[in-house]
């Protein structure tokens, strides 16, 4: 089992930065792919962010891409979503999520690659 807590989300102005931080706990970190999705109300949960174990390969969605960056610190057990140039658009409830590295390799971006979510953070971008 891994438990994942987001935290950093809050609310910022347009053109703003935030980061949030994953923090995870229960197993080996480094043995796990990470990312980020997001649910804006009304919507469908939506990829924005992932990292391999290795932090070898990411992807961005293109909404973010330029504009956010995933990071991880395999020492601390945690992800990071450094997010800059903020929109309203992307105002949602932001979840952090793991794959095991037994599981193999797949699609990052689909969100039945992961086995395990944090209870969201939610990001508020005013205009």
């Known amino acids: 089992q891994v438990q994942l807590v987001e935290s950093g989300g809050g609310l910022v102005q347009a053109g703003g930065s935030l980061r949030l931080s994953c923090a995870a706990s229960?197993?080996?970190?480094?043995?796990?792919?990470m990312g980020w999705f997001r649910q804006a109300p009304g919507k469908e949960r939506e990829f924005v962010t992932a990292?391999?174990?290795?932090?070898?390969?990411?992807y961005y969605a293109d909404s973010v891409k330029g504009r956010f960056t995933i990071s991880r610190d395999n020492a601390k057990n945690t992800v990071y979503l450094q997010m800059n140039s903020l929109k309203p658009e992307d105002t949602a409830i932001y979840y952090c999520?793991?794959?095991?590295?037994?599981?193999?390799?797949?699609?990052?971006?689909?969100?039945?690659?992961?086995?395990?979510w944090g209870q969201g953070t939610q990001v508020t971008v005013s205009s």
């Open positions: 999520t793991a794959r095991a590295r037994e599981l193999g390799t797949t699609d990052l971006r689909h969100p039945r690659a992961y086995d395990y």
């Open positions: 229960g197993r080996t970190f480094s043995n796990y792919a």
């Open positions: 990292i391999w174990w290795s932090g070898g390969m990411i």
